[in-house]
């Protein structure tokens, strides 16, 4: 049967009480439908009783079962060992055979508890998106951004959901030399994907209301730009999106051409961050003579922290950043 169609007659029964349909414990595991029933079919982790025939209705205790078998599988364990341990109702931090001593591989798990990601207090949405991309599970990453985005929105979704577990991978491979490299990567690429699905297409012109988005010369860090670009085209802001390292002279060859109301430039580190490019952008001008016009110039991103800039907003997060870019739109 198709999943979808199974998800949805699951929804349809979720008022007749009884428990949560499998779509809603997947959600609050943080993890696909399709992985639910996967662990039911492959290791007998489903509901112990079913309601109307083959509809699942799972129990408190059913999804208690779940919830050990995903933290299990984050630190590490093989997800039939895991299994086991789950349906014996082992915590986590203690898990053990029923008799005999420690096998070697519980053993090796035990030691490799610190490979989950320190969260903190965020929503449960962040733990699901942070045990797909340990797994580096790509159906599961992009259907729980998909969800994030579909369920919060743009900035709600990058700021609440994304941005955290992206911290929380970036402070992971940090503290452990070159290892976690690939999530991040990883991670980072199904971000940029989920964004441009969920983006509407690019909004039509306004003379004098578009937006020209560019990382500082030698600056490679697109995904808070990308963000960005979604969520004004997502409020109709015309957005001109030039992504990374942009010499300065095509710089300043794009705000020629497009005559733009505001120019965001980010830059991760202060060592690219040019004071003399930002200022020498703000004092551009176009138009006939009598109307001259200037941009906006808008510092993005940590590597412009330190000492304002007169003329230029700063802005510190997503929604400020947003918010900036609208104020600045000639109408």
Not at 25 to 39: I, K, S
Not at 49 to 70: F, I, Q, Y
Request: proline share 8%; hydrophobic share 40%.
């Amino acid at each position: 049967m198709d999943t979808d169609t199974r998800d949805d007659r699951d929804e349809e029964d979720a008022g007749r009480g009884g428990g949560l349909t499998t779509g809603e414990v997947a959600r609050r595991l943080g993890v696909a439908p399709t992985t639910v029933r996967t662990w039911d079919r492959r290791y007998g982790l489903g509901p112990d009783a079913h309601t109307g025939g083959r509809h699942r209705r799972w129990t408190p205790a059913d999804v208690a079962r779940l919830e050990r078998m995903c933290a299990l599988t984050a630190n590490g364990l093989p997800p039939a060992e895991a299994a086991r341990l789950a349906r014996e109702g082992a915590p986590e931090d203690t898990a053990r055979p029923t008799a005999g001593p420690p096998p070697r591989r519980a053993a090796s798990a035990r030691s490799r508890a610190g490979s989950g990601l320190r969260l903190g207090d965020v929503r449960q949405e962040c733990k699901g998106v942070a045990r797909a991309a340990l797994r580096l599970d790509a159906p599961a990453l992009d259907a729980l951004l998909a969800a994030a985005i579909e369920e919060h929105g743009l900035v709600t979704a990058w700021t609440e959901v994304i941005m955290p577990t992206l911290q929380a991978v970036g402070r992971k491979w940090e503290n452990s030399g070159d290892r976690y490299v690939e999530v991040e990567h990883f991670l980072s690429w199904h971000v940029s994907g989920a964004l441009r699905r969920s983006a509407p297409p690019v909004a039509a012109d306004r003379p004098g209301a578009v937006a020209v988005l560019a990382c500082v010369p030698g600056e490679s860090h697109t995904l808070p730009l990308e963000v960005l670009a979604a969520a004004l085209s997502e409020r109709g802001v015309p957005v001109r999106m030039f992504g990374g390292a942009l010499p300065a002279g095509s710089l300043v060859a794009a705000v020629r051409r497009t005559g733009p109301a505001v120019v965001g430039l980010w830059a991760q580190s202060r060592s690219m961050a040019s004071r003399p490019l930002a200022q020498h952008v703000a004092g551009m001008e176009w138009g006939v003579r009598g109307a001259r016009r200037r941009p906006v110039v808008l510092p993005l991103g940590p590597g412009w922290a330190g000492s304002p800039m007169p003329g230029m907003p700063r802005a510190t997060n997503l929604a400020e950043a947003v918010a900036a870019v609208e104020a600045h739109m000639r109408v």
